[in-house]
Every structure is written in structure tokens, then in C-alpha cells.
T-cell receptor, first 113, second 114 residues
Framework: GENVEQHPSTLSVQEGDSAVIKCTYS??????FPWYKQELGKRPQLIID?????GEKKDQRIAVTLNKTAKHFSLHITETQPEDSAVYFC????????????FGTGTRLTIIP | EAGVTQSPTHLIKTRGQQATLRCSPI?????VYWYQQALGLGLQFLLW???????NRGNFPPRFSGRQFPNYSSELNVNALELEDSALYLC?????????????FGAGTRLSVL
């Protein structure tokens, strides 16, 4: 089955700097890669996703890149703000998301004011 | 539009008992997914229901079961509870013309097994 590895497990960056979180997946059939943000005590919320037919997607300060050959994808957050502090999870799925999500173990991002 | 709702918020049981967790999907969504989030771990896939049928099952023992009702709400049952079943159980829903298979999560049920 699919296996998703996520690094780093914790990340601290100065406010205003950029943060990068990386994930690798094992199943070449995976074609949908969402990123979820989970604030303390709250539900996971989708922040951005990418399908395998594109290599990069941006939404304001957030971007995701996908390298299908190497089977890895990354989340980039620029101009970080204190409200970006949370746990971020990457995930992978086949059938463009019409299936279970296999999650990474999460990255706890702390923005230092 | 209401989001995914789960009940109860918290559930305390003793070892060997049974637990029942409930989930109401977003209106118009036909798929319901259940995930277990143990402390310090990621989300582990448990079960997927769509149109009343079980579509996929994660690597969990048979004492984890569930069902989906005609109104697409779902129930997760955990029999013969063990201490390691203590976790946050999250439900997600997807489906409908505009959702593009995005899974929207509920706030979860925190199950504590004593």
C-alpha cells in the first residue's frame, strides 16, 4: 500500500521568513496530493492541493510543488505570520482523491515573532 | 451551509466496552471517511463508505466496524475496547458536484478508554 513520509517533524522559523515541508510517497499510482493545516484542538482544514497533471500550484503565500519522477512534493509558505503556527499534514491518494487519503506524520510549524 | 458534524465530542469508556461514534456529512456529500488520530501520530485511515456501501477498509481489526445510513450519515462502532483505542476519531465527507473529491473534516470525537 501507499506510504507517505514527511519531514521535518518540527520546524521553527522567524516571522517573515519562508517555511518548506517535504513529503515523499511510494505508490506511483497516487495522483492527488492535498495539504491540511490543523490548529491546536481544531479540525484539519485543506489549505492547498495538487493533482498529478500539474507541477506547481500557488495560492497567495502558499505553494505546492510536485515531482512525479522522484515521487515527492513540497509545501512552501512565504512571508510567514504567527497565525501560520500549526501542524501541517501532507497526504496522497489515487483516483484524484476519490479514495482514502494516506497521511504523513505531520510537521509542527512554529513561527517566532 | 453546515460542515461535517460529529457526536459526541468526548466519550469515556472502560476496557471491553463498546463505543459508537456518529457523523453527519455536508449536505449533498455521499462519501464518508473515518480516520483515527492517535496522540502524536498522523491520521490513519479506518473506513470509507459511499452510497451506503463499504468501499475500503484500513489496516484495523474487525472490531472496528461501521455503516452508512440512507441519509448518508455514518456510524463507527468499536467493540471490545482496548486502551490503545484512545484517540481522536475524525470523520470526513466528500462528493457532490462542486467538491472535486476534497475531503472536509469534522471536529472529531475524542475517545478515552480507561
Amino acid at each position: 500500500g501507499e506510504n507517505v513520509e514527511q519531514h521535518p517533524s518540527t520546524l521553527s522559523v522567524q516571522e517573515g521568513d519562508s517555511a518548506v515541508i517535504k513529503c515523499t510517497y511510494s505508490d506511483s499510482a497516487s495522483n492527488y496530493f492535498p495539504w491540511y493545516k490543523q490548529e491546536l484542538g481544531k479540525r484539519p482544514q485543506l489549505i492547498i492541493d495538487i493533482r498529478s497533471n500539474v507541477g506547481e500550484k500557488k495560492d497567495q503565500r502558499i505553494a505546492v510543488t510536485l515531482n512525479k519522477t522522484a515521487k515527492h512534493f513540497s509545501l512552501h509558505i512565504t512571508e510567514t505570520q504567527p497565525e501560520d503556527s500549526a501542524v501541517y499534514f501532507c497526504a496522497a491518494s489515487i483516483d484524484f482523491g476519490n479514495e482514502k487519503l494516506t497521511f504523513g506524520t505531520g510537521t509542527r510549524l512554529t513561527i517566532i515573532p | 451551509e453546515a460542515g461535517v458534524t460529529q457526536s459526541p465530542t468526548h466519550l469515556i469508556k472502560t476496557r471491553g466496552q463498546q463505543a459508537t461514534l456518529r457523523c453527519s456529512p455536508i449536505s449533498g456529500h455521499t462519501s464518508v471517511y473515518w480516520y483515527q488520530q492517535a496522540l502524536g501520530l498522523g491520521l490513519q485511515f479506518l473506513l470509507w463508505y459511499d452510497e451506503g456501501e463499504e468501499r475500503n477498509r484500513g489496516n484495523f481489526p474487525p472490531r472496528f466496524s461501521g455503516r452508512q445510513f440512507p441519509n448518508y450519515s455514518s456510524e463507527l462502532n468499536v467493540n471490545a475496547l482496548e486502551l490503545e483505542d484512545s484517540a481522536l476519531y475524525l470523520c470526513a465527507s466528500s462528493g457532490g458536484a462542486s467538491s472535486k473529491n476534497i475531503q472536509y473534516f469534522g471536529a472529531g470525537t475524542r475517545l478515552s478508554v480507561l
